[in-house]
């Protein structure tokens, strides 16, 4: 579904470009009410009890960070919540001071979006 939520009011394509990895958004993302309804509309497509919870916060989350960070060619690190994303870096050098010191365990659990 990439490439679907192309909204020209989102975040992501408002105001000058480019956009600077500290000018974007960061810590706890609540996903827009675009996306909950484009969840509850992709959802209602399987049966019942086809699409699970784990599959629906996926979605939540990767179609957030799609509405906020698509088209400005950032890598974004984060970790998925019930509640949508929480963005711990943007673009190679907010992710390398992430990385450093912490224990190659910890950094498996961290998830990378990519445009």
Same mark, same amino acid.
């Given at each position: ?12 394509l ?7 990895? =500290?000018? /974007? ?6 996903? %827009? &009410? ?9 959802? @209602? ?29 950032? =890598?974004? /690190? ?6 949508? %994303? &929480? ?7 907010e992710?390398? @001071? ?10 498996h ?7």
């Amino acid at each position: 579904m990439p490439g679907e939520i192309i909204d020209s009011n989102a975040p992501s394509l408002q105001g000058k470009l480019p956009k600077r990895p =500290e000018d /974007l958004p960061h810590g706890l993302i609540t996903p %827009p &009410e675009f996306v909950r309804q484009l969840v509850a509309k992709e959802k @209602a497509k399987f049966p019942p009890g086809r699409v699970t919870v784990e599959i629906e916060e996926q979605w939540l989350n990767d179609w957030t960070l799609q509405y906020y960070f698509d088209c400005l060619g950032y =890598e974004v /690190l984060y970790r998925r919540t019930p509640q949508g %994303p &929480e963005v711990l870096a943007v673009g190679f050098d907010e992710m390398q @001071a992430v990385y450093k010191g912490m224990p190659l365990e910890e950094q498996h659990k961290l998830n990378i979006w990519m445009w």
